[in-house]
């Protein structure tokens, strides 16, 4: 791990310099935590004090107060606070959009949380920020950071083996896909085992197309069925038409098979169902 935050630090200074859903609630904090109902002042507060009332802040509008206390919070060690300034500057939201300064936030989450134990409670956002910088190097920043698809695979390895982040998982799927479908199976496999609705389409995809048997493009329509009904909102568009196109190359007996292996699934696998509908899908 030390040799990958070594290298992402190295990068990030060269350069001038990882979808985790929030509740919506005014009164909560990123971590779901009660927020404060006085106003604070940020010179007697503690850091963790200062992500929960910028997230008041935040819920309730005042998105330029809320960038005060975050970060405060942020500059003072809380990544749930610098990560929340990285989604806000990558996104424009309440601030000018800029990738570079994102690019600056989760590469401080990198550099400061990337040894945290998986299981930590601010792993997520490690992860998040993980992932982030991964697409980042996927695409480069015009003339800050080169694109390099070579570091974004090894960004993105390490947050799906050792976080176990379904998001890096998918997006490790998408680079294999067109070299090598058995590591992209491998890597949809696991992201759609946890709920993740754009690598269970394509994992059905990959399946049905590289199928030799009913048996497995049965299982193919499984998952782009499972998919189709789960999809909503950008999604829905390009997995729906993955599911139509397939679901027309298979024989009746594939589609009724499908359609009985997708219902299984989905009964014995709530959890799964309802865990990771927040990741933002390309």
Known sequence: MSALRDLIITAGVAAGVVTMALSGQAAYAFDGTPTQTKPLSLETIS???????????????????????????????????????????????????????????????????????????????????FVAL???????????????????????????????????????????????????VRWYNLAALKGHVGAQARLGETLFTQGHDDERKARGLMWLTIAHRRASGADAGWINALHEQYFGL???????????????????????????SSPTLQ
């Open 47 to 129: 850091p963790s004090e200062a992500l929960r009332y910028g997230a008041r802040q935040y819920y309730s509008g005042d998105k330029a107060g809320a960038l005060n206390s975050l970060r405060y919070a942020a500059e003072n060690g809380q990544p749930m606070a610098a990560w929340k300034l990285g989604e806000m500057y990558a996104s424009g939201d309440g601030v000018k959009e800029d990738d570079l300064k994102a690019f600056e936030y989760y590469s401080q989450i990198v550099r400061e949380h990337g040894d945290d134990r998986p299981e930590a409670p601010d792993a997520p956002f490690v992860a998040s920020a």
């Open 134 to 184: 991964g697409n980042y190097y996927l695409n480069g920043i015009s003339d800050v950071v080169p694109q390099n698809v070579a570091r974004a695979r090894q960004i993105f390895t390490h947050a799906a083996s050792y976080f176990g982040d379904p998001q890096a998982q998918y997006e490790l799927g998408r680079l294999y896909q067109d070299s090598s479908s058995r590591m992209a």
């Open 250 to 276: 298979a024989s009746e007996a594939i589609r009724s098979r499908a359609r009985v292996m997708a219902d299984a699934w989905i009964d014995h696998n709530p959890a799964a169902v309802l865990a990771a």
